[in-house]
């Protein structure tokens, strides 16, 4: 009895299609099939036998002739002939055929016409004009979504290769056809198309030929549930990439304003030899406040200053939690062997503190930026660091 032929790009589709499928060469014969077709039209079509051959005379030349003017443009074209039985009679089959666009190979699948036991007569051919929607749903997917679709059998044969995304590595559909994956990657297979050729699903992201991929692997089942390939799909992400890289730089950006707005919002200033004023301007909440005294605070020990004015001429409100981070950060300053001095304080922000209770006894404060300066130039003539500390 023939076997199918193992080693074809296309074992994997013959094993799991349901129906009788045949692939011919442009002049009729048998390049593959799987044993439902097989079954139905017997068992001398084998690869390398003429399909014209096991068809009446009268029928013969007309497939022949047929099955040579079958376009390119993937339009299925129906044929109603004949064929021989090993026991003499004769099954009329129908022939659903076409051709791939740029393929020289012509793709059959076979059914009983309705009409099997009519007489013999002459071949009809007629162009079907509907289009089974599971190959417009596909068509349409591999024609506008920026993907490549493959399936490989067990042994890492490619037996389908097309999709939009081929353009970018200058590749036409089917051009991998009967290719190995091995002889295609090389050494540079992925880790993950190893695992699926192993029958483990998985995704990968990968930069390759200048664009970014992302390959989905699923393991395709025989009948017996067994391993008989893998179908892939590779995704181009170069514009997703691109946005993620603007994101990113975007956020880079913001995080840089940001940090300039805190350098405004808490500016240091040395405005005399070890002397350091902080203008506080707006609202200070207990955020800011934090902040500014890290800021305050690493500002001190690195420029060695003894006095840090805390000028608060431009807040009008503070809260409990802001006047006691205020009060916290004197004292810090004290700890560090500076003296902290505030100024500015406004009569609104004089009665908070009052009526929230804190206590600035022992905090030196003046009215103005000004006077708070004139006190610590006259501390610093008339005290050497050694006797404040």
Not at 111 to 123: D, F, G, Q, R, T
Not at 144 to 167: N, P, Q, S
Not at 326 to 340: H, P, S, T
Request: aromatic share 6%.
């Amino acid at each position: 009895m023939a076997t199918e032929q193992a080693d074809h790009p296309f074992e994997a589709f013959f094993r799991t299609y349901p129906g009788a499928f045949v692939i011919l060469s442009p002049n009729g014969e048998v390049i593959a099939m799987n044993a439902a077709a097989r079954a139905l039209a017997g068992e001398r079509l084998v690869p390398g036998a003429r399909v014209a051959e096991h068809a009446p005379a009268e029928d013969a030349s007309a497939l022949t002739q047929a099955l040579g003017r079958i376009p390119d443009d993937g339009a299925p074209t129906r044929l109603t002939c004949r064929a021989r039985q090993p026991n003499g009679g004769m099954l009329s089959l129908t022939w659903q055929v076409w051709r791939a666009p740029g393929r020289p190979e012509i793709f059959a699948t076979l059914s009983l016409a309705e009409a099997p036991h009519a007489p013999a007569h002459a071949h009809r051919e007629e162009k079907t004009t509907e289009t089974p929607v599971s190959e417009l749903v596909l068509r349409a997917l591999l024609d506008h979504l920026d993907v490549i679709a493959w399936a490989t059998d067990k042994e890492g044969i490619y037996t389908f290769y097309d999709g939009k995304a081929l353009a970018a590595f200058g590749a036409a559909p089917g051009q991998l056809l009967g290719k190995s994956v091995f002889d295609v990657f090389g050494d540079h297979i992925s880790p993950a198309m190893r695992a699926a050729l192993d029958g483990a699903p998985g995704r990968e992201s990968i930069h390759i030929v200048g664009s970014h991929w992302d390959n989905f692997y699923l393991p395709i089942r025989d009948a017996g549930n067994g391993f008989a390939g893998v179908l892939g799909i590779s995704q181009n992400t170069n514009e997703g990439q691109r946005i993620r890289e603007e994101l990113e730089a975007r956020l880079a950006l913001i995080e840089r304003q940001e940090a300039v707005i805190r350098d405004l919002e808490t500016p240091i200033i040395q405005v005399w030899e070890h002397v350091l004023t902080l203008p506080m301007i707006g609202v200070v909440d207990s955020r800011r406040a934090a902040r500014v005294m890290d800021d305050l605070l690493g500002a001190v020990s690195r420029t060695s200053a003894r006095f840090a004015i805390l000028d608060l001429t431009g807040v009008e409100i503070v809260d409990t939690a802001t006047a006691s981070h205020l009060v916290q950060m004197i004292r810090a300053i004290r700890l560090l062997g500076a003296e902290g001095i505030l100024t500015g304080i406004r009569p609104t922000v004089a009665q908070t503190l009052i009526s929230l209770g804190v206590d600035l006894s022992g905090i030196p404060t003046h009215g103005t930026l000004r006077h708070g300066l004139a006190f610590c130039i006259r501390r610093l003539e008339s005290k050497p660091r050694s006797a404040t500390l």
